[in-house]
């Protein structure tokens, strides 16, 4: 036979063979030690077979009985005592299924807007002996809208030049954005 009792501390239901009853366990809910009670002490009950080994019968009404018993009263389902308990939690639940986000190709066609590359040279913007390499990238930004740009990477090359027959160094810049 088995003994029903209540944590002390979180007051999670627990049932324990009679067997252990006065003796410390840790609550597997709280992992606080308790004390198992004795049968019959306030807020106790028992279940399954007792020492003799007989489980304990619920009887239904008499058939002939002058109160009408429902036919699910007298069923084996009523018969199961069922002590369930929802769990209580003092944080917010999480989410057990987070919504994914959509593939690049949904999104870019859910998009009025695709994403577009420019890379604006230095060599280019060379105009009669005058470097305007930071004028050109401004205009274009500034044109573009700071909302739409998505990312600026600085590049770095090296290229023949044809009069001088000399690898030279430059440098650019590769502006990702919407438009």
């Known amino acids: 036979m088995d003994i029903i009792f209540n944590c002390s501390s979180c007051n999670q239901e627990l049932e324990v063979d009679v067997t252990g009853a006065g003796s410390e366990i840790v609550c597997p809910n709280c992992e606080e030690t308790i004390t198992i009670p004795h049968v019959g002490t306030k ?70 807007r695709k994403l577009r590359v420019k890379t604006i040279r230095h060599t280019d913007c060379i105009e009669v002996g005058h470097d305007r390499f930071d004028e050109f990238v401004s205009l274009f930004l500034e044109k573009t809208g700071e909302h739409n740009i998505q990312s600026i990477h600085p590049l770095t090359y090296t290229h023949l030049d044809i009069g001088s027959q000399k690898l030279m160094n430059e440098y650019a810049v590769l502006i990702i954005y919407r438009g």
């Not at 279940?47 to 018993?69: L, R």
């Not at 007298?74 to 069922?82: G, L």
């Not at 209580?88 to 994914?100: F, G, H, N, Q």
Request: aromatic share 0%; glycine share 4%; proline share 11%.
């Open 43 to 112: 807020g106790t009950r028992t279940s399954g077979a007792d020492s003799s080994g007989k489980i304990p019968v619920t009887t239904a009404a008499p058939a002939h009985s002058p109160n009408p018993v429902s036919a699910m009263a007298t069923s084996a389902a009523a018969k199961v005592e069922m002590h369930l308990k929802v769990p209580v939690r003092s944080t917010p639940t999480a989410s057990l299924i987070a919504k994914a986000a959509p593939p690049l190709e949904v999104a870019a066609k859910e998009s009025d």
